[in-house]
Nanobody
């Protein structure tokens, strides 16, 4: 089992920044990709960013050049630095873990709300 706890959400004006954190515990984390997803009201959950143990990253086109995912392996923490926020970034943001070699994210946090006002 992997337990994930997000923090850092809140209300911010358009153009502002926020940093989300995800504290992970449980099984050997080098074996897991760590991702961020988001779900806006009335929409399906969508991929935001992912990072592997070695720091390789990938992003959704909608956040590329504005968001940065990183991880602090000794602290078992993954971050999502969000800059130049837009009202359309408003969503519940979820941290998730996917075991290397598997296609599905099997572990999810409870989510943290990010609201961007115009």
């Amino acid at each position: 089992q992997v337990q994930l706890v997000e923090s850092g959400g809140g209300l911010v004006q358009a153009g502002g920044s926020l940093r989300l954190s995800c504290l992970a515990s449980g099984r050997t984390l080098p074996n897991y990709f760590m991702g961020w997803f988001r779900q806006a009201p009335g929409k399906e959950r969508e991929f935001v960013a992912v990072i592997d143990w070695y720091g390789s990253t990938d992003y959704a086109d909608s956040v590329k050049d504005r968001f940065t995912i990183s991880r602090d392996n000794p602290r078992n923490t993954v971050y999502l630095q969000m800059r130049s926020l837009r009202p359309e970034d408003t969503a519940v943001y979820y941290c998730a873990a996917r075991k290397v070699g598997e296609s599905e994210y099997n572990y999810w946090g409870q989510g943290t709300q990010v609201t961007v006002s115009s």
